[in-house]
């Protein structure tokens, strides 16, 4: 014999986003585009300045594009998608970067131009405001003029971003992304099959 039971509870649950601070983590070394931790490509490197040197955290330290290229793109890319306010560099080669532009992309391929910027200096922070409205993995920094024909490139680059996480709370009835429903033990001595059915 079989017979059908009813939850004894049911409880409702929800999805629920917000956004949080997103911690930039020092490279050591370029990574993969793409993959499950954050990378780094660029146009062109020169020999003993690759891409990942402009985020590991030393300003010591850097990108640089291959000999005479005073023009070229940095692109970061993050697992997990992030939403950027701003982007602070730090160059100190010779032909530091003007002007140029900041992109955003959630495929490395199909890019949305976010802002652009001209105020580049030597041997200094400074910002470039960006102020996503959307979250994307991959952010290219292009470098669109340099103050001289030598190489370009940065020394560091920070990101200050957002991250959307995801965490479960309680709901309703009238508001929940999925119930769990609690059954009552079985007697031992109870010997009827029962089954339930979920909607």
Excluded at 10 to 32: D, E, H, I, M
Excluded at 72 to 85: D, H, L, N, R
Excluded at 108 to 133: A, F, H, P, Q, R
Aim: proline fraction near 3%.
């Amino acid at each position: 014999m079989k017979t059908l039971i009813t939850p004894s509870t049911r409880k409702y649950f929800k999805y629920v986003s917000s956004a949080t601070s997103w911690l930039q983590p020092a490279l050591s070394g370029n990574g993969t585009m793409g993959g499950s931790n954050c990378a780094v490509e660029a146009s062109t490197t020169l020999s003993g300045n690759p891409a990942w040197k402009a985020f590991d955290n030393n300003t010591g330290t850097g990108w640089t594009c291959a000999a005479n290229n005073h023009t070229g793109w940095i692109t970061f890319y993050s697992p997990k998608a992030i939403k950027v306010s701003k982007i602070s560099c730090y160059s100190n080669v010779s032909s530091y970067p003007k002007n140029g532009k900041v992109l955003g992309s959630n495929n490395n391929s199909g890019w949305t131009e976010l802002c652009s910027w001209s105020n580049g200096v030597k041997s200094s922070w400074y910002d470039i405001n960006v102020n996503s409205s959307n979250y994307y993995k991959y952010y290219k920094v292009q470098i669109t003029g340099s103050y001289t024909i030598t190489a370009t490139g940065f020394n560091e680059i920070q990101l200050t971003a957002q991250v959307e996480t995801e965490t479960v709370v309680e709901g309703t009835a009238q508001d929940y992304d999925y119930y769990v429903d609690i059954y009552n033990a079985k007697a031992a001595s109870d010997t009827n099959n029962y089954y339930a059915v979920n909607n």
